[in-house]
């Protein structure tokens, strides 16, 4: 059964940093690509970042390039992503995500639980 | 960026309705389209992928068609578990984009 369950999640001032996790079982990790997916409160889903399964090709959203960066341990199964000056529109609960594949070009088929990061003063 | 238009935004419906959403891209993105079930509180749940492979697991009531810009998700008899807020997806190029979600109500 895949398992996706992110941590890390918390409420910080603006300004801030903070690292999220995403531990992954139940699929070979290496073979997928994994995504974060956000949603701040009361509104859409918001696609933040995509890295493929070697780690080697990283996507970012205009809103996030130059502050987050995604990254993964194949070793660990793990994905996280670094979050460095974290705004209040940056307030959302954020989603480890996975695709089918590794290439980052095939659909997404799980989505974990979320965590819920809150930038406020 | 490939802009994501769903319609309509909400929508009221009754047991055993069948309900249509629509998604359209603002350009050609094949058959690279998902649909996925949010209920409040939940992560979302996947649906369809290519626009029109069930996902495993998911009933055969949900159905999905279309290929290049014009997309739709069709409950063939919409059931008391399927109140819930629906999105599209394309993940034909990046960044991939939501469209603004479809919340179906009674």
């Known amino acids: 059964e895949v398992q996706l369950l992110e941590s890390g999640g918390g409420l910080l001032q603006p300004g801030g940093s903070l690292r999220l996790s995403c531990a992954a079982s139940?699929?070979?990790?290496?073979?997928?690509?994994m995504n974060w997916v956000r949603q701040a409160p009361g509104k859409g889903l918001e696609w933040v970042s995509t890295?493929?399964?070697?780690?080697?090709?990283?996507y970012y959203a205009d809103s996030v390039k130059g502050r987050f960066t995604i990254s993964r341990d194949n070793f660990e199964n793990a994905l996280y992503l670094q979050m460095h000056s974290l705004r209040a529109e940056d307030t959302a609960v954020y989603y480890c995500?996975?695709?089918?594949?590794?290439?980052?070009?095939?659909?997404?088929?799980?989505w974990g639980q979320g965590t819920l990061v809150t930038v406020s003063s | 960026a490939i802009q994501m238009t769903q319609s309509p935004s909400s929508l009221s419906a009754s047991v055993g309705d069948r309900v249509t959403i629509v998604c359209r891209a603002s350009?050609?993105?094949?058959?690279?389209l998902g649909w996925f079930q949010q209920k409040p509180g939940k992560a979302p749940k996947v649906l369809i992928y290519?626009?029109?492979t069930l996902q495993s697991g998911v009933p055969s009531r949900f159905s999905g068609s279309g290929y290049g810009t014009d997309f739709t998700l069709t409950i063939s008899s919409l059931q008391p578990e399927d109140f819930a807020t629906y999105y599209c997806?394309?993940?034909?190029?990046?960044?991939?984009?939501f469209g603004q979600g479809t919340k179906v109500e009674i």
């Open positions: 890295i493929t399964g070697s780690g080697d090709t990283t």
């Open positions: 139940g699929f070979t990790f290496s073979s997928c690509a």
């Open positions: 997806l394309q993940d034909y190029n990046y960044p991939r984009t």
């Open positions: 290519a626009a029109s």
């Open positions: 995500v996975k695709d089918r594949g590794d290439s980052g070009y095939y659909p997404i088929d799980y």
């Open positions: 350009q050609d993105i094949r058959n690279d």
